[in-house]
C-alpha cells in the first residue's frame, strides 16, 4: 500500500496504512478536519500542524515507526508551493493533461490554497530525489526542495479539496513487510473515531460500494444529483415521507447514463433511508424495473445546468467566488484600488481602464497575430441594487480631471461658435477644427455624436469617453436610442472601424472617422441580460470587459468605508497620466506578447478540459483585453514589465471571463449548440432523427408534413417498431428512441 497516516504513539512518530478509498475519505472529511482548513484559509497558520498527516513515500519500520526509515513505498509525495494566484488554474491543467505521463495517483490543493501536493509512480531506477527532480522538469513547476526526504509528510486537506484520486494508490505493495494489525493501532482509530462523520462519511458508511469520484462524460455523478436536487426540490435532499418517491424518480432520471446497471446506481445514489439499505436497494430496482424512454428531459436539463456551471470554474473561480485577485498589484492599481475595501478592489481596479485608455491618442499595440489595437476599453459593472457600484466613480473623476479640464475651454469656443451662427441661418465663419471634446454627456444627437468622432480623430487621434450610471444611458448618445445602435457602437470601436455619417445639406455635419469610444456603465444582473439578450452571440458581449461586486452575507452588514481622494491622491496619480499621454506611435511588448500566447494556449486546453464551447468562445477577446490593460500598464510604469503587471493580466483575464460566464455563460451555450444542431439537420435527413428522443403521434404526423411527406405515415411508425428504432410507451402515450437506434444512427 502507497498511503499511510501519521500519529504519535508515547511521543514517537508512528504511521499506519490506509487500505481502501472510502477510509480514505472518511478520515479526510472529519468535522474536525474541516473547521481547521477553513480557519487556514482565513489566515490561522498556527494551526496547520493539527491536520490529518499523511505520507506517501515510504514503508513504516516493523515496529511501525517512520523515523529513520530508509524502504521507500512504490509512490511518491510532491509538493508544489508558492504558486501565484493567477497561475493555480493553469498549473493544474498541466499537472492534469500529464497525469498518464507522470502516473498521477492523487491530487490535492494545499493546506493554505496556495499550492498542491501530487502522488506519482515512483520510478524505481531513481533516488528519491531524482524522481522529484524528473516530475518537476515534467510538469514544469518547481517542487518544494525540504520535501525531498522519504518520510517528509503532507498535511492533508478535506476532500473538497481533493482534484484527483485513482484507486491504484491504495494497492498492497508486495514487500517482505507484514503488520500485525492485531492492536489496531489504538491511538490512531480512537483519533479517527472522533471525528465528526459528515454527509460523505455518512454516505459511506451506509453504502459501501459508494464511489464519490463516479463521472458521465467527465462529471461527478454526486454534482448531477446535488444539482437535481436543486432543481427539482428547491435544493433539499429527500427525507422520511418522500424519500421513497424523489429516490424513485431520480433513479429513473439516471438510470440512461448509468447503463442501467443496479450495481451503478447503488454506487452513485445516496442512501437517504440511514441504517435501512434493504429500503433504498428496493427503490432502486424497481426504478429499474420502470419501461426505457431513452434521455429524460430532466436529465439533459440537469447537464446543460452543469455544463454552464463548468465554464464558470474554468475561469479559476467557484459558482460562487470570482477567481481572487493578486496580493501584490502593480503600482498604479495599488494606487487606484487603495482606499475602497477588499470587496470592491476588483470592479474597481478593471473600472479604471476605460479612463486609462483615454489619455493614449496615436497609440497602438501589435498583438501576437500581428494585429494592432488600441487602448479600446467598454467596462460594464454588473451588481445587484445598492451593493456599491459608485465606488468606481472616485478614481475615475481623478483620471478624467485633465481631460474634463482641457475640454472646459474647448466647450467655451464652441458655444461662442454658436452664438455668432445661429442654426438654420448660412455659417459666417467655419467651425474651429482644433476643437476637441472628449467627455460627452449621455443625451446626444447623432449630429453631436458624429461630430465629437471626427473632432477627436482629428485632433491627434484621441478617444471620447462615456460614463453612466445604468447601462440604459447608452441608447441616448445617439439619436436612434436603441439597444441594436449601441450593440453596433460597441463592435465599431472594439474595432475602431469607421463611423460617422454624410450629408448633402450645407449646414449638415458630416464625417467619417475611426471610433475611439471609451465608456463606464453599470446595471444589475437581471437588467444586463435584457439589455445584452440579443448581443451575447453576436461579439458584442465578448467585446466588454465585465466585472462585479460579490460581498458576503457578512460583508453586507458592515457599511463601507471609503479612503479620502485629496490633491496628495491626485499628486501620486499624475506621474502615470503623464507617461500615458506622452506616449505615441507603435508600441511592443516582447513579455506581453508572450504572455498572450501562454494565456491562449491555457484557454484552449480549459475549454477542452470543461468542455465549455462559451467558455472558448468568450476566451478570445478577454485575452487581448487583458494584454491591451497589460500594455497601458507597461506604459504608465515608464515601460517597464513586472511580475505584478503579469499576474495582473493573468487574473484580469479569467475574471473577465468568470463574470461573463456567469452572467451570459449559459444562454451563450445553449444558442451554440442550438447552432450545432441546425447545421447537423441541414439537408436531408432520417425523418426519425429529426423527431425528439420521446414524441406523439400527432408530433409525428406534424413533422411530416413540415417535410412535405404525404399520407398518414403509419407504415413508417410500424416499420420502426418492428426494427426496435422506437418503442411505445402505453402509460405516457409516447414513443420512445431506443438504444438500438442511437447505437446504429446517432454516432452518425
Not at 437 to 466: K, P, W
Request: aromatic share 10%.
Amino acid at each position: 500500500m502507497s498511503v499511510h497516516m501519521i500519529y504519535y504513539k508515547d511521543g514517537a512518530k508512528m504511521m499506519r496504512p490506509v487500505l481502501t478509498r472510502e477510509e480514505y475519505l472518511s478520515l479526510r472529511n472529519g468535522g474536525e478536519q474541516q473547521q481547521l482548513v477553513k480557519r487556514i484559509r482565513d489566515g490561522e497558520d498556527g494551526l496547520k500542524s493539527k491536520l490529518l498527516q499523511m505520507n506517501y513515500s515510504c514503508l513504516p519500520n516493523e515496529d511501525g515507526t517512520l523515523k529513520g526509515s530508509k524502504r521507500m513505498s512504490t509512490t511518491i509525495g510532491m509538493d508544489v508551493d508558492h504558486i501565484d494566484a493567477g497561475q493555480m488554474e493553469a498549473v493544474c491543467i498541466r499537472i492534469m493533461g500529464k497525469r498518464a505521463a507522470l502516473g498521477l495517483l492523487m491530487l490535492e490543493k494545499s493546506a493554505r490554497g496556495g499550492g498542491y501536493h501530487l502522488v506519482f509512480r515512483r520510478r524505481p531506477e531513481l533516488s528519491q530525489e531524482e524522481n522529484l527532480k524528473w516530475a518537476s522538469e515534467l510538469l514544469e513547476v518547481e517542487y518544494d526542495k525540504g520535501a525531498k526526504d522519504i518520510t517528509r509528510v503532507f498535511f492533508t486537506t478535506t476532500n473538497d479539496e481533493l482534484l484527483f484520486l485513482d484507486d491504484e494508490i491504495f494497492t498492497i505493495d508486495h514487500s517482505p513487510l507484514t503488520i500485525d494489525h492485531s492492536q489496531a493501532d489504538v491511538a490512531a482509530l480512537q483519533c479517527c473515531s472522533s471525528q465528526e462523520a459528515s454527509p460523505q462519511t455518512s454516505a459511506i458508511k451506509h453504502q459501501p460500494s459508494f464511489d464519490p469520484e463516479a463521472r458521465y462524460n467527465g462529471v461527478l455523478f454526486k454534482d448531477i444529483i446535488t444539482k437535481y436536487w436543486e432543481l427539482f426540490n428547491s435544493g433539499k435532499e429527500p427525507v422520511e415521507g418522500d424519500r421513497n418517491a424523489l429516490t424513485f424518480e431520480l433513479a429513473v432520471t439516471i438510470r440512461s447514463i448509468c447503463d442501467y446497471s443496479l450495481e451503478r446506481l447503488l454506487s452513485i445514489i445516496p442512501n437517504y433511508w440511514g441504517d435501512n439499505g434493504e429500503e433504498w436497494r428496493k427503490t432502486i430496482e424497481n426504478a429499474l424495473k420502470e419501461p426505457r424512454k431513452g434521455m429524460p428531459y430532466r436529465l439533459k436539463q440537469v447537464l446543460q445546468a452543469l455544463k454552464s456551471q463548468q465554464g464558470v470554474k474554468a475561469c479559476g473561480g467557484t459558482l460562487t467566488t470570482p477567481p481572487p485577485m493578486p496580493k501584490k498589484l502593480p503600482p498604479l492599481i495599488r494606487l487606484l484600488t487603495k482606499n475602497v475595501p477588499w470587496f470592491y478592489k476588483p470592479a474597481v481596479a478593471n473600472a479604471v481602464f476605460p479612463g486609462l485608455g483615454a489619455h493614449l491618442h496615436g497609440v497602438k499595440f501589435r498583438y501576437w497575430d500581428n494585429v494592432e489595437h488600441e487602448a479600446t476599453f467598454m467596462n460594464v459593472l454588473i451588481g445587484r441594487q445598492s451593493i456599491g457600484k459608485g465606488t468606481i466613480k472616485k478614481p475615475i473623476e481623478y483620471i478624467m480631471e485633465d481631460i474634463k479640464q482641457r475640454d472646459l475651454p474647448n466647450r467655451q469656443r464652441e458655444a461662442e461658435w454658436k452664438q455668432k451662427n445661429p442654426g438654420a441661418k448660412q455659417k459666417k465663419d467655419p467651425r474651429p477644427t482644433d476643437i476637441c471634446i472628449q467627455m460627452l454627456i449621455d443625451n446626444l444627437t447623432d449630429a453631436v455624436f458624429n461630430q465629437r468622432i471626427v473632432d477627436a480623430h482629428n485632433n491627434g487621434q484621441r478617444f471620447i469617453y462615456t460614463i453612466v450610471d445604468e447601462i440604459e444611458g447608452l441608447k441616448k448618445v445617439t439619436s436612434r436610442g436603441t439597444v441594436d445602435e449601441v450593440g453596433l457602437l460597441i463592435r465599431k470601436a472594439f474595432d475602431n472601424s469607421d463611423a460617422g455619417q454624410e450629408r448633402v445639406g450645407a449646414d449638415s455635419v458630416s464625417g467619417i472617422a475611426p471610433l475611439r469610444w471609451n465608456f463606464n456603465a453599470s446595471t444589475t444582473p437581471p437588467n444586463a441580460r435584457k439589455f445584452f439578450h440579443k448581443m451575447v452571440n453576436d461579439g458584442t458581449v465578448s467585446r466588454l470587459d465585465v466585472s462585479t461586486i460579490i460581498r458576503s452575507d457578512d460583508d453586507d452588514d458592515t457599511e463601507p468605508i471609503l479612503g479620502i481622494y485629496d490633491h496628495t491622491f491626485a499628486q501620486e496619480l499624475k506621474p502615470y497620466i503623464d507617461r500615458l499621454e506622452a506616449a505615441n506611435g507603435l508600441i511592443e511588448c516582447p513579455q506581453a506578447k508572450k504572455l498572450a500566447l501562454d494565456i491562449k494556449q491555457e484557454n484552449k486546453d480549459a475549454a477542452k478540459l470543461y468542455e465549455s464551447e462559451a467558455y472558448r468562445v468568450f476566451s478570445y477577446r478577454a485575452n487581448v483585453i487583458a494584454w491591451l490593460k497589460g500594455m497601458v500598464l507597461y506604459v504608465a510604469h515608464g515601460y517597464k514589465w513586472s511580475k505584478e503587471i503579469a499576474d495582473f493580466v493573468r487574473w484580469t483575464q479569467q475574471y473577465n471571463l468568470w463574470c461573463k460566464m456567469l452572467y451570459f455563460g449559459q444562454q451563450l451555450e445553449k444558442e451554440l449548440r442550438e447552432e450545432i444542431e441546425i447545421q447537423r439537420q441541414s439537408g436531408p435527413q432520417n425523418l426519425l432523427e429529426l423527431l425528439s428522443d420521446e414524441f406523439t403521434k400527432p408530433q409525428y404526423y406534424q413533422m411530416r408534413q413540415q417535410q412535405g411527406k404525404t399520407g398518414s405515415g403509419d407504415s413508417t411508425l410500424r416499420c420502426w417498431l418492428a426494427r426496435r428504432y422506437i418503442v411505445y410507451d402505453e402509460v405516457t402515450g409516447r414513443y420512445v428512441k431506443t438504444e438500438e437506434y442511437k447505437r446504429r444512427f446517432a454516432s452518425n
